[in-house]
């Protein structure tokens, strides 16, 4: 019985929503994220500009992003653009350096040890996870396609 | 004219994990780890390398990019080293990204309290 008025209710909140919330976030999202991509494309060509080959610069790139976010989140300053612009400020690499550092500072007061130390992983784990369990999958595919 | 590649592509794939959390009330790390994991599987397919190609930090700055690189590793490594890339491709392709992910959260740590809320 509680359930079926759950569901009711549920209905009536998504008739009663209007559409455009998700039309103004993905504004946001897309002017966000492409700025922050913008960035990273700035510091690349710089980077090859100093000579180095294309994958370097690459990961130059990513580092120089990581570390600004991290120092960015430690000052407060990532979280008030997350609420501004989500999905923007987590899906480039930017929003995994801030799922880093926001827990080990969070956590800072249970010790460096199970604090600090356990809870930098809280999101990174996952990620490196299932990113290097896929990794392997395409690693064995790999291995007897190619 | 790669500013713009990369302003629009990378705008494009922050806006497909936009739809994902408004409509399916994903959380912000089952994308992360969603996005790393497809970017993975279409870099072993070979169909994200091209956009990268395209447009530059567009595609390699997003997560997907973070998941192409994985799958890039692994494949240099099976061809360098054999079935041994299997295993250690994956950790060597995201080494320098995660390292200078903890090792300056470690830092910030040591520097920032949290703050009120």
């Known amino acids: 019985m509680d359930k079926q008025k759950q569901q009711e209710y549920q209905k009536m909140v998504e008739r009663a929503s209007p559409n455009s919330p998700i039309f103004a976030d993905c504004l946001r999202a897309f002017l966000v994220g492409g700025i922050i991509c913008t960035i990273g494309q700035c510091i690349m060509n710089f980077c090859l500009s100093m000579g180095a080959d294309m994958e370097n610069a690459s990961t130059y790139t990513s580092v120089i992003l990581v570390v600004a976010a ?27 350096s801030n799922s880093v550092t926001s827990p080990a500072v969070e956590f800072k007061k249970e010790g460096y040890v199970l604090g600090v130390g356990a809870k930098i992983f809280l999101i990174a784990g996952p990620v490196i996870l299932y990113g290097v369990i896929s990794s392997m999958l395409v690693g064995i595919v790999y291995y007897f396609v190619r | 004219m790669d500013y713009i590649k990369a302003f629009v592509v990378g705008g ?106």
């Open chain 1, 70 to 96: 991290s120092i960015l989140t430690g000052l407060g300053w990532y979280g008030k653009l997350g609420k501004f612009a989500g999905a923007g400020s987590i899906v480039p690499i930017t929003g995994f």
């Open chain 2, 12 to 117: 494009i794939i922050c806006v497909i994990g936009q739809i994902l959390i408004d409509k399916t009330k994903l959380t912000s790390a089952r994308i992360l780890v969603l996005f790393v994991v497809l970017g993975c599987i279409l870099g072993g397919l070979g169909i994200y390398q091209p956009l990268v190609d395209f447009a530059g930090a567009g595609a390699s700055v997003p997560l997907p990019g973070f998941g192409n690189l994985l799958a890039k590793g692994v494949k240099q490594e099976i061809d360098q080293s054999g079935a041994l890339g299997i295993l250690t491709g994956g950790f060597k392709a995201s080494a320098a990204g995660i390292s200078a992910a903890i090792v300056s959260a470690f830092i910030m740590s040591l520097i920032f309290d949290p703050k009120e809320k």
